[in-house]
């Protein structure tokens, strides 16, 4: 869904007293009132996200650098370690 005023593909979710809205992060329009449902699908996908792009960041690191044997375990250990918690967020 992109912003009805600007087209920004940035939404952010809102606690709206006991309605949850969603609001575009860049001009700050209003979209829409959700429901609970679509707040925690929303809510799911900003982790996913999150997830995905650190290890994207994660995984550019080991093509780029140029580092010892040391630093290559210690980036795969975090790569292992994000993988661990994306098993345990999608159970």
Do not use: W
């Not at 600007?6 to 809205?21: A, E, I, R, T, W």
């Not at 929303?42 to 650098?65: A, E, P, Q």
Request: aromatic letters at 10%; a positive charge; charged letters at 30%.
């Amino acid at each position: 869904m992109n912003c009805k005023k600007c087209n920004s593909k940035n939404l952010s979710l809102v606690k709206f007293g006991p309605y949850n809205k969603l609001i575009c992060s860049d001009c700050k329009a209003f979209q829409k009132f959700i429901s609970k449902e679509e707040a925690f699908d929303f809510n799911s996908i900003c982790v996913s996200k999150f997830l995905l792009i650190r290890i994207d960041s994660l995984l550019g690191c080991l093509k780029h650098r140029h580092s010892t044997y040391l630093e290559k375990v210690t980036e795969y250990k975090e790569i292992s370690e994000i993988h661990e918690i994306i098993k345990e967020y999608t159970r």
